[in-house]
């Protein structure tokens, strides 16, 4: 009797895109290296992830020195969120870096903890539901992404994500990472709770 492999499960726990928010990879203004996007030191520890999408951030690149503040705007008395999705950082309006060409289409991620969780949800041959949270991440990436047919290619276009995440130069940078028409995203949720930011 031949024996079966269990199958590869993935149970979906609800997290949303803003768990990985927390550093973006970009492309340098500058230099068109790798340069980082993160939350200006100093700040309070955070009380839920939502949070990152308020906070001040700082754009960082190692090879050339550029640098740049972002906060975030304010409406009728209060912070304006960043809105997350798509193939530009929501700051400050850079190129990720980590973008590849992939079925036709461009496959991102923020940073090599998002590569990694949606490897782990592609890989899954049983993709079990979690808490129907209304913002999770796995129910909204694309059919492409989900469909069994593409999960050899969505993993080997995720495999070249997951290997620029180590390289830097501007000679590194992927032909997908570079500037297009992309329709910014408006920003939505407001943050009205008395802020230290």
């Known amino acids: 009797m031949a024996h079966r492999r269990a199958p590869a499960r993935h149970l979906d726990q609800g997290q949303w895109p803003a768990?990985?928010?927390?550093?973006?990879?970009v492309v340098c203004p500058r230099c068109g290296g790798r340069a980082e996007?993160?939350?200006?030191?100093?700040?309070?520890?955070l009380?839920?992830?939502?949070?990152?999408?308020?906070?001040?951030?700082?754009?960082?690149?190692?090879?050339c020195g550029a640098s740049a503040e972002w906060t975030a705007p304010r409406r009728d008395g209060g912070l304006v969120a960043a809105q997350l999705g798509?193939?530009?950082?929501?700051?400050?309006?850079?190129?990720l870096w980590l973008q590849t060409r992939c079925a036709g289409r461009v496959l991102w991620a923020y940073n090599a903890e998002h590569v990694d969780a949606?490897?782990?949800?592609?890989?899954?041959?049983?993709?079990?539901?979690?808490?129907?949270?209304?913002?999770?991440?796995?129910?909204?990436?694309?059919?492409?992404?989900?469909?069994s047919?593409?999960?050899?290619?969505?993993?080997?276009?995720?495999r070249r994500l997951r290997a620029m995440c180590d390289l830097s130069a501007p000679a590194d940078r992927s032909d997908a990472a570079h500037e297009r028409d992309d329709r910014p995203r408006r920003h939505g949720a407001r943050y009205f709770r008395s802020s230290p930011y």
Not at 86 to 95: A, E, W, Y
């Open 47 to 63: 009380e839920y992830f939502g949070e990152l999408l308020f906070r001040p951030r700082r754009l960082i690149c190692g090879g």
């Open 19 to 25: 768990r990985y928010a927390d550093s973006l990879l």
């Open 149 to 158: 047919a593409r999960r050899a290619e969505v993993l080997a276009g995720l």
């Open 118 to 147: 949606l490897a782990d949800y592609v890989r899954a041959t049983l993709r079990e539901g979690g808490t129907g949270a209304t913002r999770a991440m796995f129910p909204r990436l694309p059919r492409w992404m989900k469909s």
């Open 86 to 95: 798509g193939t530009r950082d929501p700051f400050f309006g850079r190129p």
């Open 37 to 45: 996007v993160v939350p200006r030191p100093g700040l309070p520890a």
